[in-house]
């Protein structure tokens, strides 16, 4: 059964560290089946469009997202390619609730990565997923996007 996990909040020192790599024994195990599980609930009840698995405790390389309709669950995520366009765009993040800020990034991205169960998996993303993807990964190297932004500001009462 699906758990609803609770979101690490900033300053908590799990979101600055640079998360470990999911070993090749640990892809389809009952352990990181549950967690995506996990994980995907709690992004929904959460209303959020990204998780990294830093944001709920577990110091590995892995994230979900769900953008339009369709969800994704990546490990060890890498970008191989940037558009050399960026644009600039609001961010919020589950774990800086009420803070949202102009970052600006590539417009377009490819990543690759595996799922779940160890697959390679290529995915060419741009806009609002590509947007998700590039935070996410950030999270996973430890970066918020309160780091990146310009213009933050700080809503009076929390919206998410
Ligand atoms: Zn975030």
New binding site residues.
């Given amino acids: 059964m699906p758990n609803i996990l609770e979101i690490l909040k900033e300053p908590n020192p799990l979101l600055r560290k640079k998360t470990n790599e999911i070993k090749e024994t640990q892809f389809g195990s009952a352990g990181i089946l549950e967690l995506v599980k996990s994980m995907k609930e709690t992004l929904r009840q959460a209303q959020g469009a ?1 998780l ?1 698995a830093n ?1 709920v405790g577990k110091n590995l390389r892995l994230f979900v997202a769900e953008v339009e309709g369709k969800f994704y669950a990546v490990a060890n995520p890498k970008v191989v390619k940037t558009s050399p366009k960026t644009v600039l765009m609001e961010e919020g ?3 800086v609730p009420g803070v949202w800020g102009l970052v600006e990034r590539p417009e377009s991205v490819e990543i690759e990565g595996r799922n779940q169960f160890g697959k390679k998996i290529k995915i060419k993303a741009r806009g609002l997923l590509a947007r998700v993807f590039q ?1 996410e990964i950030d ?1 996973l190297n430890g970066v ?2 309160i780091d990146k932004a310009t213009f933050l500001k700080n809503v009076s009462q929390n919206v998410i």
Wanted: aromatic letters at 10%; one cysteine or more.
């Fill in positions: 990204g990294a944001q993040c589950l774990s935070h999270h918020l996007f």
